[in-house]
């Protein structure tokens, strides 16, 4: 794609503009603003991946994949405020799925430890698995707040918190992975995904793409149900007491 | 012999006494009658006794060892707890009335079951029904036999009779003196029904803005009452 070619689709958001004006839709800043960002947004992440791409230092690429995870657990605790220790839990859950997707994917030989195979697999792990967790707290928070009689009638039974908690915890981490599965079970049919039409928008043959789109969603699947596992397993305890009591929030 | 004893017990929640510096001893195999007005307290006495809320002055003694010392889980089997609003899981009945065999890794017993369910005058045939599909009375009665079934040597009952007809509350009642005498359990109920405190217990504990104003026997209580009513 040319330079003209890429600047004349401005056309579209001009649309958008034009139609936010006429519908008094007040989107008109909005659109400018999101507009201008993403182009300077995504000239400086090109120019510092072309930077990283050529400077191609595993510690370096290591340090980048902790930075995203980093931001991720920040956004994906937002959604849990009230979880005990929900920083440290989303930080642990969405490292331990980029640890293990990741290391799966390169033990087998799927992709190299290099930054431009790296950096945009684990973009895709860290970025749904961020989303997942934000699901599965609000799921929890709400489970125990609309279940607070049935937690309380299986503690006074003698069980244990995690006992109380089971189905609720099981419930958080169905809502969480379910998107993920729909998804899956749609590919090809519904839509295709960003990764395969940008190979094949790249020129990549369509049989080159779809293979590493079978490989970005099985890794997606897997990198949710483990970090949605290790979150849930993790945040349940924080609604209890150390004397396995309901906390009522 | 003393079962459970409360030395200068007290509750604070958001700066409200709620009780305070409760000291009594219950004695084991009684059934204890727990009356006053709404809001005095007595739910959150119960509530302590099962340990689902801890005191924040005082300490509770069960069998002579402070609560907090026990295992909560292990302490809730002994002392069981039924709520005034019963709650019945997703599932049938028979999963219910399954799940503390389940929790405790028990063999689930049937015969036991349908003598429990007889007991409480519940047709055999209910156990394929959802809780949608029974009234309150009869799922306070599941509730009931329910927490029976962890085999508690105390029974907490919150004004499980609060919502039911006459006829189904004289059947539990019948009931809870059956199973004091055969089963030789220490019941320790709330209750607003003053015939029920006739009935039922052997003790009566008043209490009054978190505190106990009278502990004592029924008759004693009854009479304690007239008094100050003269």
Same mark, same amino acid.
């Given at each position: 794609?040319?330079?003209? #070619? ?5 056309? %579209? ?36 991946? =072309? ?5 191609? *230092? ?29 920083? #440290? ?10 640890? %293990? ?107 080159? #793409? ?6 970005? #969603? ?9 970090? $949605? ?21 | ?13 958001? *700066? ?7 000291? %009594? ?18 739910? $959150?006495?119960?509530?302590? %006794? ?15 060892? *402070? ?79 329910? $927490?029976?079934?962890? =085999? ?21 009642? *019948? ?19 003053? $015939? ?35």
């Amino acid at each position: 794609m040319n330079n003209t #070619a890429l600047i004349l689709t401005y056309i %579209l958001p001009a649309i958008a503009l034009f139609i936010s004006y006429r519908e008094k839709l007040c989107l008109e800043k909005d659109i400018i603003i999101g507009s201008i960002r993403a182009v300077i947004q995504l000239v400086l992440i090109g120019l510092a991946l =072309k930077f990283i791409f050529g400077i191609n *230092n595993a510690y370096l690429t290591s340090l980048i994949l902790l930075i995203m995870i980093y931001n991720a657990c920040i956004v994906a605790a937002q959604r849990g405020q009230g979880i005990a220790h929900v920083k #440290a839990i989303s930080f642990t859950a969405i490292f331990l799925s980029l640890f %293990l997707t990741l290391g799966s994917l390169v033990l087998f030989n799927a992709i190299n430890y290099t930054p431009s195979q790296v950096i945009p697999i684990s973009g895709m792990v860290v970025g749904n698995s961020m989303v997942a967790l934000g699901i599965l707290y609000r799921n929890l928070i709400s489970n125990f707040a609309d279940r607070h009689d049935e937690i309380e009638v299986k503690l006074c039974l003698g069980a244990s918190p995690h006992q109380a908690a089971q189905s609720l915890i099981r419930n958080s981490i169905k809502t969480a992975m379910v998107p993920t599965i729909d998804s899956m079970k749609t590919l090809g049919i519904v839509q295709l995904p960003g990764m395969m039409t940008g190979l094949i928008l790249a020129g990549v043959a369509p049989e080159t #793409a779809i293979k590493y789109q079978i490989m970005v #969603a099985f890794m997606l699947t897997g990198a949710i149900t483990i970090s $949605s596992f290790t979150a849930s397993y993790w945040a349940y305890r924080g609604f209890f007491t150390n004397k396995a009591q309901l906390i009522s929030k | 012999m003393s079962i459970i004893t409360l030395d200068k017990v007290g509750l604070l929640i958001n *700066n409200q006494h709620i009780l305070q510096n409760i000291t %009594l001893t219950i004695e084991e195999n009684t059934l204890i009658g727990i009356a006053g007005p709404s809001g005095s307290g007595k739910s $959150s006495l119960l509530r302590l %006794l099962n340990l689902l809320i801890s005191p924040t002055s005082g300490t509770i003694f069960y069998h002579n060892k *402070n609560i907090m010392d026990y295992n909560p889980m292990k302490l809730r089997q002994e002392i069981g707890y039924v709520l005034q609003k019963p709650y019945l899981f997703d599932g049938t009945v028979l999963d219910n009335l399954e799940y503390p065999y389940y929790l405790h890794g028990l063999k689930v017993d049937k015969e036991e079951i349908a003598s429990f369910l007889e007991k409480v005058h519940i047709p055999l045939s209910y156990a394929s029904k959802t809780r949608h599909e029974l009234s309150g009375g009869e799922q306070q009665r599941i509730a009931f036999i329910r $927490s029976l079934l962890i =085999k508690p040597k105390v029974l907490l009952l919150d004004e499980i009779t609060a919502a039911l007809d006459e006829n189904t509350t004289i059947l539990l009642e *019948n009931f809870i003196n059956d199973l004091h005498k055969h089963s030789q359990i220490t019941v320790i109920f709330v209750t607003h029904n003053s $015939s029920q405190l006739h009935r039922l217990a052997q003790k009566v504990i008043y209490i009054e803005k978190g505190q106990v104003n009278i502990f004592a026997d029924t008759e004693k209580y009854f009479a304690a009452k007239e008094n100050s009513n003269e």
